[in-house]
């Protein structure tokens, strides 16, 4: 007898091809419906970019190669940094877009910084190391004071001087529009030191950051020398105080390009000193030579004294009795050579008081601005809170934006309890730049590079006696990158 009855149905084996016929159809439906999204973004984004070229004609074209650059960084938010660091010294500049077809705030930095951050943030959450990358003392000595001073401002928006509005030295009327311009911008230099640091804690080779770096110098250092030259201007014109302008279409002050430069050179010539690399020598060698081409050509004393504190520094720190006989020389040649307009630049107000050496700073400024220093000398009345002071609305002062020192700067903003804070976060920068600048685990580069960036800071708090900020601004853009590739390093070194 049979095991089964014949009349017994058999159940079916299953279609095992079938099933295989089935998933390939959806899989291959899925792969069709990605096709058409991608070929519907990219018609999409053809059409912005059309409608884009034709409000701001060129400038589009930079702002459609930093959306397609974005969609890449979507993929490895490294490639953001790169280009962040080639682009966010320049951001400021005039010859820079700032917005497209009326739209503010869209513009090839913010695209590429927002693009870099949500990127980040997705490889840190899925890392789940997103909290290492935000260091405490960042955080609370720096940032948290500086958000503190920004919400106080905003108190007094309705206080700014009319004539800063109608001459359009601010461009907000309220206090969204206080926070964005005033608060929200500067930090962006913050962000692109989180993400520097982000991007060399997954590098092998943190040290190839440093061509960016050198290209970046060079698009700034050409910005100014190409520009001299187009204008055709007088080389000993622009000694003259009433020339400070003259680089001001640039978008940056005289001033500012001048402490900038003093940063790089710094950080150029350190790492110079300790390469071994033969073509990086070269290289930096001719960097350190535009730089300071560009230096001379802003005619900046602030810049000059940030250069001759380096170059001491630098002198001191060899050790070496014929590196400082060699020095000595050099500068006795430049003073001896040294072209008549900067010597007359230099030595400008000499011999006629403190408040004439000082460009009317004294006199103008800093003196009538002491009743608002003892308005609110512990906290500060808020970022810019130059604007709204007594000493500019009653015409006791200077009608300026800012105070020219960052020391007062800080003070009026932000207090003594504001001013101890940004002290005390610099210590810690200082300490972590000149405890990599000895790491023999870094390389011979890197290392220079953080020696030449303990100077640039050191330069950058001296500078700041009669200029300068200590909060974000457009001229630290090579400092906070500095910063962020001692952050990184840090990672690096304790992940390791």
């Known amino acids: 007898m ?10 079916a084996e299953p279609r095992w091809d079938t099933f295989r016929d089935d998933r390939a159809t959806r899989i291959s439906l899925s792969a069709a419906a990605t096709r058409l999204a991608v070929f519907a973004g990219i018609a999409l984004l ?45 951001s400021a500049s005039k010859i820079f877009p700032h917005q497209i077809g009326g739209i503010t705030g869209l513009n090839p930095v913010n695209l590429l910084l ?28 720096y ?58 804690a997954r590098m092998e080779r943190p040290e190839k950051l440093l061509g960016p770096f050198i290209v970046s110098v060079w698009i700034m250092g050409l910005m100014v020398v190409v520009y001299f030259i187009l204008s055709g201007a007088n080389f000993g014109q622009l000694a003259s105080s009433r020339q400070r302008e003259f680089l001001s279409p640039l978008g940056l002050h005289a001033n500012e390009l001048g402490r900038m430069y003093a940063i790089v050179y710094a950080l150029l010539l350190y ?47 060899r050790r070496q009795i014929g590196s400082l006989l060699v020095g000595l020389v050099v500068a006795v040649a430049a003073l001896y050579f040294l072209p008549e307009p900067i010597y007359q630049r230099v030595t400008t107000g000499m011999g006629m008081g403190a408040n004439a050496v000082s460009a009317g700073r004294i006199d103008n400024i800093w003196i009538p601005l002491i009743p608002d220093l003892m308005k609110s000398p512990f906290y500060g009345q808020g970022i810019g809170a130059m604007l709204w002071s007594d ?22 903003d932000m207090g003594l309890i504001g001013l101890a804070l940004l002290c005390a976060y610099f210590l810690h920068v200082w300490r972590g ?19 030449g960036a ?33 952050y990184g390093e840090r990672i690096r070194r304790a992940a390791s």
């Open 454 to 486: 303990a100077a640039a800071l050191l330069a950058f708090l001296i500078m700041g006696f009669a200029d300068g900020s200590f909060t974000p601004a457009p001229e630290q853009a090579f400092l906070w990158f500095a910063i962020g590739m001692m």
């Open 433 to 451: 730049f000149r405890a990599l600048a000895s790491n023999p685990a870094l390389s011979a580069s890197e290392r220079g590079f953080f020696q």
């Open 391 to 412: 000493a500019v609305r009653s015409g006791k002062s200077l009608l300026v934006t800012h105070p020219h020192s960052a020391y007062l700067q800080t003070i009026l």
């Open 46 to 90: 053809c059409l912005f970019w059309g409608y884009a070229i034709v409000l701001a004609e060129w400038k589009a074209v930079i702002v459609g190669v930093a959306v397609v650059a974005s969609v890449l960084i979507l993929v490895d938010f490294r490639i953001g940094v790169v280009l962040l660091v080639l682009l966010m010294p320049i």
């Open 2 to 11: 049979p095991a089964i009855s014949p009349d017994v149905p058999i159940r």
């Open 271 to 317: 790492t110079w000193s300790q390469t071994r690399d033969y073509g990086l020598k070269v290289m930096l060698l001719a960097s350190i030579g535009l730089v300071v081409v560009a230096l001379v050509l802003t005619f900046s004393r602030g810049g000059f004294v940030g250069f001759m504190l380096v170059s001491v520094l630098f002198l001191i720190s």
């Open 143 to 200: 940032v948290l004071p500086f958000l503190v001073a920004g919400f106080l401002g905003m108190q007094h928006v309705g206080e700014i001087s009319l004539y800063f509005v109608v001459t359009e030295h601010v461009k907000f009327i309220d206090g969204i529009g206080y926070l964005r311009d005033l608060v929200i911008k500067p930090l962006l230099l913050v962000f692109f030191a989180i993400l520097v640091a982000g991007a060399v």
């Open 114 to 141: 927002a693009a870099t951050v949500g990127s980040y943030v997705l490889h840190a959450l899925l890392d789940r190391g997103i909290g290492r990358f935000i260091p405490c003392p960042l955080l609370l000595l």
